[in-house]
């Protein structure tokens, strides 16, 4: 970890939001849970709209490195985040309780309702069939427009093809620090349009 993500995990957190432990849900599609640094995130979502009226989704939120980079950002709108593993958003349920416009909710994407949310955060949570089945479930409850942010290195561009709602926004890679020339994430940001 670097020492910059350590620092910023514990002025919000309180200690560190990193995890390097295997998924116990893989059986259900469920990947390991990686916790994005800081600077990966600053450079998605500086860029966009997260005013007071968004609400940002974090799918496979682990201990919570994306809701303490929305609380240290002082972002105006509210972030939940949504985790399949019990001891995983039972940590950032605990350490964000003191923060309004955190929720963590412990439970699979697929079971809770995805209507309000304006934005949503993927880091490569699960398998593609998952993927498929969530933004399947996202494009019959969204009620507007949804900025989809979504990091992997496995190549779930598939589940995207012939979905004619979705616009690519922008796209990218990023080598993660300590994985320089091994594989890079890549990223892409997309919209849903829901008329």
């Not at 860029?47 to 939120?61: F, P, T």
């Not at 980079?69 to 605990?94: I, K, N, W």
């Not at 412990?106 to 993927?131: C, I, K, Q, R």
């Amino acid at each position: 970890m670097r020492d910059d993500d350590l620092q910023r995990d514990l002025a919000v957190a309180g200690s560190s939001l990193e995890r390097v432990e295997r998924t116990r849900h893989a059986d259900v599609g469920a990947h390991d849970p990686t916790a994005t640094p800081y600077a990966v995130l600053e450079d998605l979502f500086g860029g966009l709209d997260l005013g007071a009226g968004s609400h940002l989704l974090d799918v496979g939120c682990g201990a919570g490195r994306v809701l303490a980079y929305f609380v240290g950002a002082a972002l105006p709108g509210r972030v939940t985040g949504v985790e399949l593993d019990p001891a995983l958003a039972a940590q950032a349920a605990a350490w964000s309780a003191r923060y309004p416009n955190v929720r963590v909710v412990e439970g699979s994407v697929l079971d809770l309702p995805l209507a309000g949310y304006t934005h949503v955060y993927l880091f490569n949570p699960f398998d593609t069939p998952v993927l498929t089945a969530f933004l399947d479930k996202l494009e019959c409850e969204a009620v507007g427009p949804v900025t989809l942010v979504h990091m992997s290195d496995n190549g779930e561009w598939p589940a995207y093809v012939g979905r004619a709602r979705w616009a690519t926004l922008r796209e990218g890679t990023f080598e993660l620090p300590g994985e320089e020339g091994d594989c890079p994430q890549h990223f892409t940001i997309r919209r849903l349009d829901i008329t």
